[in-house]
């Protein structure tokens, strides 16, 4: 089993920065993938950017320049860097990590961006 507990998240006005954390815990493979999904009220969740353990990373077209994604391994930590925040970014933000062949899910954090 593994546990993700996430921090961050907030309200913030358009332009403006915020930052997310993730702390995973349990039984965790050296190999894994950790990342962000989000979902907006009447939408399906969606990737917003993920990492391996070797540090690469993948983000979602809508965040690429404006999001920043990394880990911390010996920590199991993940963060993401927001900046540039736009209305449409207003989501509840979900940790994700793939570990083995079981994927498991923060409780999910509210970011709201005002325009």
């Known amino acids: 089993q593994v546990q993700l507990v996430e921090s961050g998240g907030g309200f913030v006005q358009a332009g403006g920065s915020l930052r997310l954390s993730c702390a995973a815990s349990g039984s965790i493979f050296s190999y894994n993938l950790m990342g962000w999904y989000r979902q907006a009220p009447g939408k399906q969740r969606e990737l917003v950017a993920t990492?391996?353990?070797?540090?690469?990373?993948n983000y979602a077209q809508s965040v690429k320049g404006r999001f920043t994604i990394s880990r911390d391994n010996s920590k199991n930590t993940v963060s993401m860097q927001m900046n540039s925040l736009k209305p449409e970014d207003t989501a509840v933000y979900y940790c994700?990590?793939?570990?083995?062949?079981?994927?498991?899910w923060g409780q999910g954090t509210q970011v709201t961006v005002s325009s």
């Open positions: 990492i391996t353990s070797g540090g690469v990373t």
């Open positions: 994700n990590i793939v570990n083995g062949i079981r994927t498991y």
